[in-house]
Antibody, heavy 121, light 110 residues
Framework: EVQLVQSGAEVKKPGESLKISCKAFGYSFTNYWIGWVRQMPGKGLEWVGIIWPDDSDTRYSPSFQGQVIISVDKSISTAYLQWSSLKASDTAMYYC??????????????WGQGTLVTVSS | EIVLTQSPGTLSLSPGERATLSCRASQSVSSIYLAWYQQKFGQAPRLLIYGASSRATGIPDRFSGSGSGTDFTLTISRLEPEDFAVYYCLQYGSSPFLYTFGQGTKLEIK
C-alpha cells in the first residue's frame, strides 16, 4: 500500500528552526516527485513546493521561495520541509503529497496525514 | 499565474438534494490538468476527480466532474450526510505555480 507518514506536531517559538518529515512506503521513492502543501488555520490549501528525490531538483511556489527549504534523504525514503527562523505566520498544518504518475507533476494522491506546526512565544 | 475562483463560498443544502460547485480559471486550463478534492474537518484532502471528469478509485458515482477551458463543475447528484465538507479544485502543470488550488466551497447541511 502506498503511504506517506509524517512526523508529529511541533510547538516552536519565533526565531527557532524546524525540520518536519514525510516518510514514503510502498513505492519506489526516487521515481515520483513529492510535494508540500500548507493549510493555515481555517483557510484553504496552498502549494509550497515539490522535489524530485533522485537528484533533488526542487521547484518552489513563488510565494514560498526563500522562506522554506525542501530536501530528501533517499536512503530512508524521506522528504523534509524546513525553516531556519520560524515566524508566527508559519503556524499551519503542512501536508506532504505525491503526484499520481511516475515522473509527472499531476494530481496529488496520496497525501500524508499532516503535521501541525504551531509557532508562538 | 492562473487563479481559480470557486463559487459559491458556502452552499447550504439538505440530504438528497443535488449540489453543483463551480471552479472558474482566470485563463484556459487543459481539462486533463484539473482535479477536485474533498476535505473533512481534521483530515487530509481526499481525491475525488482528476482530469476534470475521471472519478478516483472508490469514489461513488454520485460524484461527477465536467467542464473545459475556464469553467469546471463538480456535481453531487444526491447528497448523503457524509458529503458535507469543504471542496477544492486544483489546477496542475502550469508555470511558475505548478499547482494552484481554488479557495474552497463549504457544503453545509441546511
Amino acid at each position: 500500500e502506498v503511504q506517506l507518514v509524517q512526523s508529529g506536531a511541533e510547538v516552536k517559538k519565533p526565531g527557532e528552526s524546524l525540520k518536519i518529515s514525510c516518510k514514503a512506503f510502498g513505492y519506489s521513492f526516487t521515481n515520483y516527485w513529492i510535494g508540500w502543501v500548507r493549510q493555515m488555520p481555517g483557510k484553504g490549501l496552498e502549494w509550497v513546493g515539490i522535489i524530485w528525490p533522485d537528484d533533488s531538483d526542487t521547484r518552489y511556489s513563488p510565494s514560498f521561495q526563500g522562506q522554506v527549504i525542501i530536501s530528501v534523504d533517499k536512503s530512508i525514503s524521506t522528504a523534509y520541509l524546513q525553516w531556519s527562523s520560524l515566524k508566527a505566520s508559519d503556524t499551519a498544518m503542512y501536508y506532504c503529497a505525491r503526484p499520481r504518475t511516475t515522473g509527472a507533476t499531476d494530481w496529488f494522491d496520496p497525501w500524508g496525514q499532516g503535521t501541525l506546526v504551531t509557532v508562538s512565544s | 499565474e492562473i487563479v481559480l475562483t470557486q463559487s459559491p463560498g458556502t452552499l447550504s443544502l439538505s440530504p438528497g438534494e443535488r449540489a453543483t460547485l463551480s471552479c472558474r480559471a482566470s485563463q484556459s486550463v487543459s481539462s486533463i490538468y484539473l482535479a477536485w478534492y474533498q476535505q473533512k474537518f481534521g483530515q487530509a484532502p481526499r481525491l475525488l476527480i482528476y482530469g476534470a471528469s475521471s472519478r478516483a478509485t472508490g469514489i461513488p458515482d454520485r460524484f461527477s466532474g465536467s467542464g473545459s477551458g475556464t469553467d469546471f463543475t463538480l456535481t453531487i447528484s444526491r447528497l448523503e450526510p457524509e458529503d458535507f465538507a469543504v471542496y477544492y479544485c486544483l489546477q496542475y502543470g502550469s508555470s511558475p505555480f505548478l499547482y494552484t488550488f481554488g479557495q474552497g466551497t463549504k457544503l453545509e447541511i441546511k
